[in-house]
């Protein structure tokens, strides 16, 4: 990952670069057309065969939709297509950019992470959007060929959905819906993680623990690197004045700037549960080497007074009475046992056993 990162160094602004590690794929391009009455879906090889509505005045949307950055020749070709500025096409493909809202004089430009949690792993993976809207244009541009905006397709088959009803803006509104409730499934995952080790704490504390919180606290920086500036996205997101964004859409980027706050404060408070997780484990740790201490402690009162006993009637001296006595070594026994189980009801009494 740092390799990566330091790929740009030294080169000029809007050098356009793909800095991520993922598997090298074709670059996919999906063209969907649409308005309240009809609707065309299509793969199309480049930007050549992408025919966009020009009509100002018409209500066709045009969504046009690019999966996997590494062919930096269609991402060029394409955003050149709709005048993006060279270095936003540099922000595009530079998946190390962090979660920002800039506004044009020709629409507004976005970069998200989408987010996903593995909890066999125990790692979080991270995939680069980014997003241009124009007046009745929307460019999405995704890192990896996987859809993560199938769930809008499928609404969009759907003649009544609001997204058919409404405009380009309020597609970019549920696109950015739908990743937000991906975190929210993230967050879930992640936090039921947290609970499943707390419990096995208790239970049956492994020492693999340990390195599973240290693991999961480094995993929720990377969760919070990628989360927390979207609150301040979103926030300039509903202040926009911008002209492709329409005042009825406004109250709904409201509402998402209202998720985004409730999964920041998420974020604080799994930070809050991983910082006593680990000191509940170090009081376990604790707490169980002192229960062996204890019971070593009780064996040795134990054995001390018996120890002592043997040691008085193990000596070397000639004459010791008690030895010439024919029941003394059973006496002695008795003696050790009696001190045996006296011992051990008090113990019992002092709940130290």
Known sequence: MAKNKRIKTGMAPGSIIYTGDKAITDTMIHHLQFTSDSIKDSVVKNEKEIKINKNSDSDLIDWIDLRGMQNIEVISSISSLFKIHPLLQESIVDVY????????????????????FDKNTISVSKEHVAIFLKHNVLLTFQETPSDLFESVRKRMSNTMSRVRQRGADYLLFALLDTLIDNYHITLDRFEETIEEIEDRITEEQRSSDKAVIHKLKKELVVLRKSIAPLREVISKFSKSESEVIKNTTQIFIRNLYENTVQITDSIDSYRDMLTSLQDLFIAEVSFKMNKVMQL????????????????????????????????????????MLAIFIMLLILFRKKKWL
């Not at 950019?97 to 996903?116: C, D, H, M, T, W």
């Open 97 to 116: 950019q962090r979660p920002s809202f800039e506004e044009y004089e020709n629409g507004i430009f976005i970069i998200v992470k989408a987010l996903s």
């Open 296 to 335: 070593l402690t009780l064996i040795s009162v134990i054995f001390i007074p018996l120890t002592f006993l043997a040691g008085i009637y193990g000596m070397n001296f000639e004459y010791i009475p008690e030895l010439q006595y024919r029941y003394g070594y059973f006496v002695l026994l008795g003696v």
